[in-house]
T-cell receptor, first 114, second 113 residues
Framework: SAVISQKPSRDICQRGTSLTIQCQVD?????MFWYRQQPGQSLTLIAT?????????ESGFVIDKFPISRPNLTFSTLTVSNMSPEDSSIYLC???????????FGPGTRLTVT | KQEVTQIPAALSVPEGENLVLNCSFT??????LQWFRQDPGKGLTSLLL?????REQTSGRLNASLDKSSGRSTLYIAASQPGDSATYLC????????????FGKGTLLTVNP
């Protein structure tokens, strides 16, 4: 298994500002993902964070709104840009070991936009 | 497009009862299926992973089965305890999807002492 940490654990932000969420893993992993969980909903994949190249975004998510960096195999950031109240969600990073395909999730970042 | 459905949406049982949570998916071309537990306001804890070639996996009081051809999985919890109270999520990874997960909406389980 993996030990995954996220910072911050929660934040309250004003409309129009941006927040960068960090995800740190205790070992090198090939696959890292960012998910969003809106209130009362299940998880939706935002993008796959690719090491050394641009992230791969899912339908409905764009780089200008959710820029992602992945400078190495243990770290990634997700920025939520120009926030609106609709961005209030829990944001989770996950990692996957390709040998088994099992995914492990970080504790999440609870974002509230006022 | 893969869709994952979980039934029931909520379940309340007395302590000690055995129970079954259901998960169905529309596209049987999956790589694996994973069951997670989520406590309120927390991240996800992986419970069981079933590869597409497997029929079931067991961990302690938990047993998960997979019928890939019919697009169904069940999570069986034996001798439930109040500490089992949480939301249980089912997720599938499609073949060739690079391990991306599609989640169901979850079953909220409450075990009453």
């Amino acid at each position: 298994s993996a030990v995954i940490s996220q910072k911050p654990s929660r934040d309250i932000c004003q409309r129009g500002t941006s927040l960068t969420i960090q995800c740190q893993v205790d070992s090198q992993v090939t696959m890292m993902f960012w998910y969003r969980q809106q209130p009362g909903q299940s998880l939706t994949l935002i993008a796959t964070a690719n090491q050394g190249s641009e992230a791969t975004y899912e339908s409905g998510f764009v780089i200008d709104k959710f820029p992602i960096s992945r400078p190495n195999l243990t770290f990634s950031t997700l920025t939520v840009s120009n926030m609106s109240p609709e961005d209030s969600s829990i944001y989770l990073c996950s990692v996957c070991y390709s040998l088994s395909g099992e995914q492990y999730f970080g504790p999440g970042t609870r974002l509230t936009v006022t | 497009k893969q869709e994952v459905t979980q039934i029931p949406a909520a379940l309340s049982v007395p302590e000690g009862e055995n129970l079954v949570l259901n998960c169905s998916f529309t596209d049987s071309a999956i790589y694996n299926l994973q069951w997670f537990r989520q406590d309120p306001g927390k991240g996800l804890t992986s419970l069981l992973l079933i590869q597409s070639s497997q029929r079931e996996q067991t961990s302690g009081r938990l047993n998960a089965s997979l019928d890939k051809s019919s697009g169904r999985s069940t999570l069986y919890i034996a001798a439930s305890q109040p500490g089992d109270s949480a939301t249980y999520l089912c997720a599938v990874s499609g073949e060739g999807s690079n391990y991306k997960l599609t989640f169901g909406k979850g079953t909220l389980l409450t075990v009453n002492p």
